[in-house]
């Protein structure tokens, strides 16, 4: 038996990175999942390549009414919602005092408010399932600071206390919730569109996780999936309300290797 048998998960921002690396294990352990993105082209192939068990739905992360639509669609093709991972995020690496209001609004509205959204769109058709798992990815910027992100860390503290306020609420109804916290990961968030970009962000994220992270490497997508499937199935029936950090142990203390 799959270890999602049975079950309907929705993600958002599943076009690339740890979404589409999400959407893929569930799909594979036997979950119906909604791939839920902006970016509809890629959305949708990453839908088609799953098949059957995957429909692609629009989802700008900041409008409650396409929140709405993700949810009826899902419930809509599936006929209920069990898990959701408010999964899409963006940065920024503006230091503070360039940082412009505009920029600021920009990251807390996606990672911030997109949460909140998402959380309070789940819960009805989960209260209609008679439970559910709510997966907020935050990260390590949720747990420390981190020079150049102070709009980035402010909505990913602020997800690890909705986190928690929400696990406190819905815990009468079987609605898990928790926190996702990934250290450096080879996604595309940082990089721009132009040629080359990915791979410039790349080469710097590795080598500094290289140098800092006592694993000595930059985790993969496919990881924090992992962790996300534990989370979202019924073997993680007793945690709600909690952080888990998959990060290499690069916040585990200080100094750093190499730097005692």
Not at 54 to 66: G, K, R, S, W
Request: charge should be negative; include cysteine.
């Amino acid at each position: 038996m799959a270890r999602l048998d049975g079950k309907v998960a929705l993600i958002s921002g599943a076009a690339r990175g740890m979404g589409k690396a999400e959407a893929q294990l569930f799909a594979a352990e036997g979950a119906k999942v909604a791939v839920c993105d902006v970016r509809d082209d890629e959305g949708k192939a990453v839908a088609e390549a799953i098949g059957a068990s995957a429909i692609y739905q629009h989802l700008d992360v900041t409008n409650e009414d396409e929140w709405a639509a993700a949810v009826a669609a899902t419930t809509g093709a599936f006929g209920k919602l069990d898990v959701l991972v408010n999964n899409a995020g963006i940065g920024d690496g503006s230091p503070l005092a360039e940082m412009t209001l505009e920029n600021y609004r920009r990251v807390t509205e996606v990672n911030q408010t997109g949460v909140f959204l998402g959380m309070r769109s789940a819960v009805a058709p989960m209260k209609d399932a008679g439970g559910g798992s709510i997966l907020n990815i935050s990260s390590i910027d949720g747990m420390i600071g981190m020079d150049l992100c102070t709009a980035y860390v402010a909505s990913k503290w602020a997800v690890r206390g909705m986190t928690k306020t929400a696990a406190r609420e819905l815990g009468p109804f079987g609605i898990r919730v928790n926190s996702i916290h990934p250290g450096f990961i080879h996604t595309h968030i940082g990089a721009g569109d132009e040629p080359g970009s990915l791979e410039a962000v790349r080469e710097i994220v590795d080598a500094h996780t290289e140098k800092l992270a006592p694993l000595g490497r930059t985790g993969k997508p496919e990881e924090i999936a992992k962790l996300a499937l534990f989370l979202a199935s019924d073997e993680s029936s007793y945690s709600t309300g909690s952080e888990f950090v998959a990060d290499g142990g690069l916040i585990a203390g200080y100094p750093p290797p190499g730097m005692a």
